[in-house]
């Protein structure tokens, strides 16, 4: 009797449209955001992420309309980021419509970043976007999209943005992202033990078994993703189904 | 009939106003106390910090015509809208409106949970409410607080929610209506509860 593990459906934006790459690389177009995101809502997504995934001057504009008009038809959170380096960013897309804005490179570059951004608009609203990657034992932080390696351990740097007021961690394998081959719940599990805020896990479900160890294993309050969702593979539902089945609790 | 949506500087009053207008509803943003003659019905987003809140309607000169319209007109409290009815919070010593004595706190930090409560929890209704019309008892609705309301008067509590420990997640009391939960995001059952506030008339 507690609250609803989330699905999350994932779309990658750049330009104003739905995109999808594997291991970070390789864009392929995904289809309309609008019709994407309504399509989710309908199929029983609790939350919506947009990531603006090349996040330009141009395409900033572009991702503030795609939001707006989001945020017109869909009535359920939604989660925006990507380029998001200061709190004036954070400002314009509130006001567009997002409920949450995660933020990554810039809270690397600056955590005070977080910090001054869950003080002024709430810790709710502040989402922390961490790529990690596996070097032998070892995971670490990436940046810019995944391009840049930085010398924080991810599980030391997700205690650091905690303790600035992050809202929420949402921690993406880079290893995993787009193979299907499940999330790294040896990861995730190993993070979420000492956080006292919810994480939601990303990078590699590829089946609905997938989606239950994420919980079950990973020890994720929530589950992110893209490829499986765009390309019909499965249902938002038949997940939400599959979860229920092993006894956890979501929103039918 | 015109909705007035409280600006306090720090909301996301744009989710309400968007999920209103969806439903054909008109609306007005309430950034300063004139334009409260002109509204029907008020609705307090929530968001944000309740200090922040505060001092933002006390400069902007609303906190006093507000305390009046708050007894006269449809009245929705969402979130920090429903916290602003109380006395005083464990966030900061701010003083809220003060109708009522009880004391908004934190969760337990000894609980087996995660906060920010976030995320679509159930609703269980414990009386019957117009804004609860059409809405089953049980229904999830989307959460995301610190802060919550422990202990209320039984014949002034209409629901409750459990997230480690139970509590109150919306009041009413003749006018007023507030909520721990936010209808905006909260898909086909937050308009379903909108439309209902929307044909209200207490």
Request: net charge negative.
């Amino acid at each position: 009797m507690t609250v609803a593990v989330r699905i999350i459906p994932c779309l990658d934006i750049r330009a104003g449209r739905v995109v999808k790459g594997v291991n970070f690389e390789n864009i392929i177009d995904a289809g309309d955001p609008v019709e994407t995101a309504e399509r989710y809502n309908t199929e029983g997504a609790d939350e919506l992420c947009f990531l603006d995934i090349d996040a330009s001057y141009e395409n900033r504009s572009a991702t503030l309309s795609t939001v707006e008009a989001v945020a017109s038809q869909v009535f359920i959170p939604l989660t925006v980021g990507g380029g998001v380096s200061k709190l004036q960013d954070i400002e314009r897309l509130l006001e567009k419509g997002a409920d949450k804005v995660s933020i990554n490179t810039s809270a690397i570059l600056d955590p005070s970043l977080v910090g001054n951004a869950a003080k002024k608009f709430g810790s709710q609203c502040i989402v922390v976007a961490v790529d990690s990657k596996r070097e032998g034992e070892k995971s670490y932080v990436y940046t810019h999209g995944g391009k840049n390696k930085t010398a924080f351990e991810t599980s030391a740097w997700i205690k650091i943005v905690e303790g600035e007021g992050a809202g929420e961690i949402l921690l993406t394998s880079m290893d995993r992202d787009g193979t299907k081959i499940g999330f790294d719940n040896e990861l995730t599990s190993s993070i979420a033990k000492d956080l006292s805020i919810p994480l939601i896990t990303s990078g590699g479900a590829g089946s609905i078994d997938h989606m239950i160890e994420g919980i079950t294993d990973g020890k994720a309050d929530a589950v992110l993703a893209a490829s499986i969702f765009h390309q019909k593979e499965i249902t938002i539902a038949e997940v939400k189904d599959g979860l229920a089945s092993k006894g956890i609790e979501v929103r039918l | 009939m015109k909705v007035g949506i409280i600006d306090y500087g720090a909301s996301n009053l744009y989710s309400i106003d968007r999920s209103l207008r969806y439903l054909g509803a008109n609306t007005l943003i309430i950034d300063e106390p004139n334009k409260l003659k002109e509204v029907d019905k008020l609705i307090f987003p929530g968001q944000g910090s309740l200090g922040s809140a505060m001092s933002h309607l006390k400069k902007i000169e609303l906190f006093e015509d507000l305390r009046t319209q708050l007894k006269e007109k449809p009245f929705l409290g969402i979130c920090l809208g429903l916290q602003v009815l109380f006395s005083k919070s464990e966030e900061g010593d701010t003083q809220g409106y003060g109708f009522y004595k009880n004391e908004i706190s934190m969760f337990p930090p000894d609980l087996p949970i995660k906060v920010p409560h976030m995320g679509w929890n159930k609703v269980f209704i414990k009386q019957d409410h117009d804004l609860f019309t059409n809405i089953e008892n049980d229904t999830r609705f989307y959460f995301v607080h610190s802060y919550l309301l422990k202990d209320f008067e039984e014949e002034k509590s209409f629901s409750t929610t459990h997230h480690g420990i139970e509590f109150i997640s919306s009041i009413g009391d003749e006018n007023i209506f507030a909520t721990q939960f936010h209808p905006e995001k909260s898909g086909e059952a937050g308009l379903k509860f909108f439309d209902n506030f929307l044909k209200w008339n207490p």
